[in-house]
Structure formats: structure tokens, C-alpha cells
């Protein structure tokens, strides 16, 4: 973060705590905290679980709503289904919410990893049955270190089983996305898996194990990339979690109901909870560090600290750099957030997402590849016609069985010979061989241009125009 | 560990990416093994594809890891 200048942490400081990584890691005792924005990030734990955890049971027209069905190839969306050519759509997902992120990032920091990062939402829902079970942060670090004991054991295994649960849930929901449901159901009942839903289903499962139970802050802090380039998007008028350095120094403990500038101190009481109830076990106070995470916990355990002792609250709260130098209220604050790069990353994705509500909305479910029979060329029959033949290859990608008619322009006299319609089911794709008939006279030798036209019998401004050749004998 | 992390780590972001781009141009049942089509189920095929991904972006990791080691500590091996 070069343009917020955190604190001390140099880079040798650094490269030196990495390079002991997990072996010293100092294993973290995280205070509860209750507070507004542990309420939103409660919200957000409900609200984004709700969703993971939900949408695979969803139906849509008799199937799952939400597949990306990999056996098949085919994503289905509610009322979509989307097929590898339409690739774009997830390419533009992608970029948006790129885009998205840096918006808000320069905004408001890290609201995504305070809020609604997996790593966050496990993390808490994990910390929960942990607290649940072992009781608070002094009583988890006694815990600890007491020798082993019937209790322990017992304390210990019930929070493995309860973590491993909760970790295999959703291992099982992930798989659900990309398997449908109801197969999986049914190999659950039998306890049957295909040996690769099972080895997925560990594998995640595993892994929300391994980073929300165990892991924890070393994920934000070690692996991701995130958390590395986030300094780029801020500025200083980014919100970020401050602490009020002009008013809480200089910090001291002091009784209460004294006004602390009568002894000299700011109103920072030395108390050490902003740091207690951090899940990555940094220090605020120290300035703004890559390790933050925004989550606000230290917001929230800060102003109980204030109203404890009849401070005015947001020693530590959401503000910016020039705000903190300036001395800005809500106001100028609020003002700032319009600025030239919020402006321009705002614009970029309007416009991307105009664009993909766009592409979703003219997208045709219909297409058609043409492919000449490379085996049987141009051919003389009856009547003085060339005949010559084509496979077309018509996908349905709508959800309604249909049946198309198929037609052919670009020479005098074409017509298709025999049946020219077929009938496909519902996100279907089916192959039928035309055989094309000319006139002998009205080409030239060689390649002439034609056109097919596919056209739904149900609805007739759904039809699809594929140019190809149509070969004359020399 | 933490060199476990390095070669393990961001050889899985990017074989994941690797993984999505190939397969989303190639259909699996596309491909052919020692001249005969692959004839594993998709699913089966998607994997072995990741795992395979994974073990080539680990390997070029680790050759990373390896040639990285500072002067200091090759001396004191040798
Ligand atoms: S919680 Fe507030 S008062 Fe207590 S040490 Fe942290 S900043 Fe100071
Ligand atoms: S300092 Fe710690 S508690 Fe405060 S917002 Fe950052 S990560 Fe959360």
C-alpha cells in the first residue's frame, strides 16, 4: 500500500515473518465482538450461505435452476442455458465483477473481504461452533494448554465432528453445482458415489476444513492474491477502518470519569481489545496494514470501549486519509467519494453490465453450423440438376422442444430436396443431412454462394441466415 | 511448510484457470489418448485434466523454489 504509507512492518520485517510462517505462527484466541457490523457481517453470512447453500435445490421448469452441467456441457441458469460457445457471457461475468471489486475497493477498502469473502463467512461460521463448544477466547487458550483430559478429548472431538460436518455440507453442495442434485441424493442414500463426485466433494470439503478451521488469517495473509494488490485501488480519500491517532494519543489507562485531557492522555485507554477481537491479530493502532482485512471488528469492540466510558464513539472508524489530516466530517467525506477514479470505474461498469444485460437479451436460442459433405461432391441427377449435400448441425437452446424449417436462397432455381424440417427437443442439438438441388445452368463452375435459412415454426422472428458454398463440376 | 504452500499454492489459482480455459474450448470427448479416444466419462476427464494441470504449474513452481535459493544457503550445502 505505498500511497497510504503504513507504518513500520518493512520489507525485511516482513520476508523474515514469512520465512517462519506456520512453523512460529502465533495461534490467534479471537474475542467475540457484537456491534452494527457484526451484525451486517452476520447478515451477510445468512444471506450468502442462504444462497450457496440453497440454490441447488431450487427447480426451474422441472430440473434443477442453477446447474453448470459439465457431463453435458451445457450451464443452465434459471431460464438460460448456456452452451461453450457462449463463453463471452462468462468471460464478461468475469471482468465485471473485476470491475466490481475494484469500485468498490476504491470506495470503501476491503468491504469484500470483510463481508462476503468464503474465507471470511467460514471463518466466522467456524469461529462460532468453536466459541459454541470451548467457550470464549480465555477459556479456548486454557484449553489449550491444559494437559489432556476426558473433557478436552470430548470438547476437542465434538468440534472436529461438528467443523467436519459443516466442511463435507459443503463439499456435497459444491459438487451439487456441477453434478445434478438428485443424482447425488440418490448416491448419498446408498452411499454410492462415482469416484470423482466423492473426491471433489472431499477435496472442497476438505479444504473449507483446512482454511476456515485451521488456517484462518494465514489464507489473507499468505495466499491471497488480493490482498497483494489492493493498494493500487486506494487513494486517500478511500474509506478505510482508522484509527483517530490526533485524538486517542497519547494512550494510557486512567480511572474513569475523569476528562482525560486533565491528565494529559488522549482518549485511547490502552485497553488492547481492538487487537484481542482481530482476526488477523494486528494492531490498528499501528496505522493501516496489508494485513487488514476491513472486517471492523475492532470498530465495533472500540466504541463498547467509548460508551463503557462516556467517550464519544469512532476512535476507530471508517475514514480516509485526507479526512484524518483535514479534519473532514461525513460531509466532505461523502463528497470525496465522487472523484475521477470512483467516476471511471464506475462508468466502465455501467457499461459492462449494460452490455451483458444487452447480449442476454438479443441472445438467439438458436444456431447452426453448416458443414458441405466433404465425401460427396457436386453430382449430376435426374432432370438436369447438381445436387450437392450438406450436414447442418441446428442447436436449440431454448427450453421448449421446437421444430425448425429449413429454406435456401442465393441461386436461381435452389431447392432442398425432401424433407426440409426436423424436430428438437428442449436445450437440444441435432444433426440432418440436406441435399440441395440446382438447375445446371444457373451457376457458374466452381463455388457459388448460397444461403440457408432456419426458422422456428412457433415463432417466426426466430430464424438464423448461415451462408455457405455450393459447388458446380467443372 | 511454507514451501509446500509456495509450489502448491498458486499452482492450483493458475491450474484452475488452465483448466477452465482448455476445457471450455475442447470437449474432453474430443480429445484421443495414444491414438484411441478418450473414453473416460467427462467428469473423469476434468479431473485427471486439473490434476494434470495442477502437477505441471506445481513442477514449474518448485523449479522456481529450487533455483531461487539464496547464495548463502547452496555454500553452506556444499
Ligand atoms: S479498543 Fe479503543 S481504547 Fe481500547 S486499546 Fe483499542 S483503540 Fe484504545
Ligand atoms: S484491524 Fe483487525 S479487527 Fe480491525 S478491521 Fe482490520 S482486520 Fe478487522
Redesign the pocket.
Known sequence: MSNTSPKPQGADADASAQDTLYASRRKLYVRAVSGIFDNWRWALVWITQLIFYGLPWLQWNDRQAVLLHLVERKFYIFGWVFWPQDVIFLALLLIISAYALFFFTAIAGRLWC?YACPQTVYTEIFMWIERKIEGDHVRRQKLDQAPMSGEKAARRGLKFLAWGLVALWTGFTFVAYFSPLEELLQAARTLSFGPWELFWILFYGGFTYLFAGVMREQVCKYMCPYARFQGVMFDPDTLV?TYDEGRGEPRGARKKGIDPRSVNKGDCIDCGI?VQ????G?D?RDGLQY?????????DACDQVMDRMNYPRGLIRYSTENAIKKHWGAKDILVHVLRPRTLIYGTILALLCAGFVWGLATREPLRVDVIRDRAALAREVEGGMIENVYSLQVMNMSEQARSFHFSVSGLPGVTVDGENLIEIGPAATQSVTLRVLVPYDSGKPGANPIEFEVRADDDPSLSLREETTFLFPR | MLKWIQVLWPSFLIAAVAEAVFFTVIDPQELYLFGEPVDYSRIATYSIGFLGFWLVCAASSLSTIFLQRPAKEINRRT
Not at chain 1, 494485513?291 to 470498530?299: D, F, L, V
Open positions: 470483510g477502518i481492538c477481537v482481530c482476526p488477523t494486528i490498528i494485513e487488514c482485512i476491513g472486517c471492523a471488528a475492532c470498530i
